[in-house]
Antibody, heavy 126, light 107 residues
Framework: EVQLVESGGGLVQPGGSLRLSCAAS????????MDWVRQAPGKGLEWVSY????????YYADSVKGRFAISRDNAKNSLYLQMNSLRDEDTAVYYC???????????????????WGQGTLVTVSS | DIQMTQSPSSLSASVGDRVTITCRASQSISTYLNWYQQKPGKAPKLLIY???SLQSGVPSRFSGSGSGTDFTLTISSLQPEDFASYYC?????????FGGGTKVEIK
């Protein structure tokens, strides 16, 4: 059974940092690209970042570029999101999601998000 | 970025009703369109990928159609467990973008 379990969320002040983790099991983690998707309270879904299976390709949403860093450790079956310079508008539930990808227009990109974790809440507030 | 517009934003329906949700892309996305279901306090769940391919384990009352810019999700006979929010998502371009969601409520 595929399982994704996020951790690391919590309350942080504006300008602070937080590191989210996602522990994967039930599938060959090193064969899949992974993404972070977030959802502000009462709002819709917003894609945050993508990392290919080998970490060779990484993408970020413009809203987090330069502040967030995605990484993975295939030996530990784990995905990470380092979040720096946090803002009020980063308050959200953060989900990790498995993403089978495809090759199009000269690059790999996520095709769809077939498994999601339960999410971890990040609250940015003074 | 490609904008995804869903309609309606909410609807009320009864058990057994046929429900259709529409998703429109701001430019052609070919068949790179996926649908998700989300219940309150839970993670989204993939229902349909590539316009019409049913994810494993998803009931056959769910179906998808469309191409280019206009897509629909149809629930042929609404069941009590289908009351939830539904999101479309395009994967034609990076960044992947989601529609604003459609909340299906009990009439």
């Amino acid at each position: 059974e595929v399982q994704l379990v996020e951790s690391g969320g919590g309350l942080v002040q504006p300008g602070g940092s937080l590191r989210l983790s996602c522990a994967a099991s039930g599938f060959t983690f090193s064969s899949y690209s992974m993404d972070w998707v977030r959802q502000a309270p009462g709002k819709g879904l917003e894609w945050v970042s993508y990392i290919s299976s080998s970490s060779s390709t990484i993408y970020y949403a413009d809203s987090v570029k330069g502040r967030f860093a995605i990484s993975r450790d295939n030996a530990k079956n784990s995905l990470y999101l380092q979040m720096n310079s946090l803002r009020d508008e980063d308050t959200a539930v953060y989900y990790c999601a498995r993403a089978p990808d495809y090759y199009g227009s000269g690059s790999y990109r996520p095709y769809y998000f077939d498994y999601w974790g339960q999410g971890t809440l990040v609250t940015v507030s003074s | 970025d490609i904008q995804m517009t869903q309609s309606p934003s909410s609807l009320s329906a009864s058990v057994g009703d046929r429900v259709t949700i529409t998703c429109r892309a701001s430019q052609s996305i070919s068949t790179y369109l996926n649908w998700y279901q989300q219940k309150p306090g839970k993670a989204p769940k993939l229902l349909i990928y590539a316009v019409s391919s049913l994810q494993s384990g998803v009931p056959s009352r769910f179906s998808g159609s469309g191409s280019g810019t206009d897509f629909t999700l149809t629930i042929s006979s609404l069941q009590p467990e289908d009351f939830a929010s539904y999101y479309c998502q395009q994967s034609y371009n990076t960044p992947p973008t989601f529609g604003g969601g459609t909340k299906v409520e009990i009439k």
